[in-house]
């Protein structure tokens, strides 16, 4: 059975930091590319970030350009998302999705709030 398991989520101060991370089980983690997606207060999903399946190739949406870094450790099957210079507006609940989309974890929740 898939399980995607998003940790490292909580409130933070705009200008702050924060590390995503997802647990991958029950498939080759080091075969398919990954994916976080997010979901603000009364939106749509919104495509954040993606990593190839190797780790040598990655691409970001506009908004978190130069502020995220997605990363991953095959050996460990587990996914990353390094946030910073948070702002409001990323204030959402993150979820770590698999290539092709077809399954997703439970989501994190990240507020950006002083």
């Known amino acids: 059975e898939v399980q995607l398991a998003e940790s490292g989520g909580g409130l933070v101060q705009p200008g702050g930091s924060l590390r995503l991370s997802c647990a991958a089980s029950?498939?080759?983690?080091?075969?398919?590319?990954m994916s976080w997606v997010r979901q603000a207060p009364g939106k749509g999903l919104e495509w954040v970030s993606a990593i190839t399946n190797s780790g040598f190739s990655t691409s970001y949406a506009h908004s978190v350009e130069g502020r995220a870094t997605i990363s991953r450790d095959n050996a460990k099957n587990t996914l990353y998302l390094q946030m910073n210079s948070l702002k409001p507006e990323d204030t959402a609940v993150y979820y770590c999705?698999?290539?092709?989309?077809?399954?997703w974890g439970q989501g994190t929740q990240v507020t950006v709030s002083s």
């Open positions: 029950g498939f080759t983690f080091s075969s398919y590319a």
């Open positions: 999705t698999k290539y092709p989309y077809d399954y």
